[in-house]
């Protein structure tokens, strides 16, 4: 066991080197790196750090792994990425897949298959918001909120949603042929409307069951426009899981709603 370690442990100080030119810290990182909290695959980290309906406090654990923007530590992150690398390495090998295989095999710092998973599972730094799994990591966007000025109309906004399903890791979206609708009656404020956008994408890239997604975003909304009025509605969003492996559907979609105050009528 401990030669795996050391190994692991080696296999990451490659790397961490190539990407930050010192090992000056490397150790420290390194032990925060272990003692990262283990949290669920649909959840933040800074979400589950610190309660951000007081976000002005910073809770005194978090604040151990985190930088003078409140980002995780770039340093940190790379080790968890160049970890998560390295068990997939040797998944391939259990797997019997020759890694020197020119489409396989690392040949630029994490661009090999195992690095681009993992790159696409844990995002490519704590900044990232495109890759599949980077809404674990990264701070939730700052959604800007106007003063409602006796507006007692609904509004409604559309957007794309791309999530993952966390049976099988596959992403499920709105983008064959779905839609995605956030409804909600103002109450002392009025959303930015490019920003529900963000906060969509940055709550979606992490893995979820479609419902728990659809009452998350339901839930949020509700806290961030300080209204009980909200309706999301998830329409018609293609599985990946169903589409292209198991049941090969050619045309299954799922569709959830969530409900609150005037809208549950």
């Known amino acids: 066991m401990k030669e795996l370690d050391s190994e692991k442990i080696e296999f990451i100080k490659e790397r961490y080197l190539k990407k930050f030119n010192t090992l000056d810290n490397f150790n420290q990182n390194y032990d925060l790196y272990l003692k990262l909290p283990t949290f669920r695959a649909n959840q933040n980290f800074h979400e589950m750090m610190t309660d951000y309906k007081n976000r002005s406090v910073l809770n005194d654990i978090e604040d151990e792994f985190v930088n003078s923007n409140n980002e995780l530590k770039p340093e940190i992150h790379w080790i968890m990425r160049m970890a998560t690398q390295y068990y997939l390495t040797k998944a391939f090998r259990a797997m019997k897949i020759d890694i020197s295989d020119p489409n396989i095999i690392e040949q630029a710092l994490g661009k090999g298959t195992p690095g681009r998973i993992a790159k696409m ?3 490519a730094d704590p900044e990232d918001t495109t890759e ?8 939730e966007p700052f959604i800007s909120t106007f003063p409602n ?7 409604t906004k559309e957007v794309d949603l791309v999530a993952n399903c966390s049976h099988h890791f596959l992403p499920f979206s709105s983008l064959d042929g779905g839609k995605v609708i956030i409804s909600y009656k103002p109450n002392k404020f009025v ?10 994408t ?5 893995f979820w069951l479609q419902e728990d997604l659809t009452k ?50």
């Open 132 to 139: 599949l799994g980077s809404g674990r990591w990264n701070k």
């Open 191 to 200: 959303l930015g409307i490019s920003k529900l956008q963000r906060y969509v």
């Open 149 to 155: 000025d006796g507006n007692n109309d609904i509004i």
């Open 121 to 123: 599972w844990c995002g």
């Open 202 to 206: 940055w709550a979606s890239r992490r």
């Open 216 to 265: 998350y975003l339901g839930e949020t909304i509700k806290r961030i426009a300080n209204t009980e009025d909200v309706h999301i509605e998830c329409i018609k969003l293609v599985h990946g899981c169903e589409k292209f492996r198991g049941a090969n559907a050619k045309n299954g979609s799922l569709t959830t709603e969530y409900k609150s105050g005037c809208f549950k009528n």
